[in-house]
């Protein structure tokens, strides 16, 4: 048996099959459903072709995008690096001729 940690909380239990493929034990089939909504910014992030976080909050506090307001602690706020994102931000060596 295998045990994920999550800082020395055990998180997730299973057994180690053939060829490194594990089989996890789900306690209930709800735990596989649960997941976060994007919040207002990550929408504009999405929005605007994935635009640099940083960059988006300029905006807005310059007012260059009609109709969207947030609180200086939504602006504030740290937000999640996107699994996409870093895929196209990563790079991979070309192809011998």
Do not use: Q, W
Request: aromatic residues 6%; glycine residues 8%.
């Amino acid at each position: 048996m295998s045990d994920i940690l999550s800082r020395e909380k055990v998180v997730l239990t299973g057994l180690k099959g053939k060829g490194c493929l594990y089989s996890l034990d789900v306690p209930n089939e709800s735990a596989l459903l649960a997941s976060s909504l994007p919040s207002m910014l990550e929408n504009l992030h999405f929005a605007f072709g994935h635009m640099n976080y940083s960059a988006l909050v300029l905006m807005i506090k310059e007012e260059l995008i009609e109709g969207i307001r947030f609180s200086e602690a939504e602006l504030k706020a740290t937000l999640p690096p996107g699994k996409p994102c870093a895929e196209g931000k990563s790079h991979c060596t070309s192809f011998p001729c």
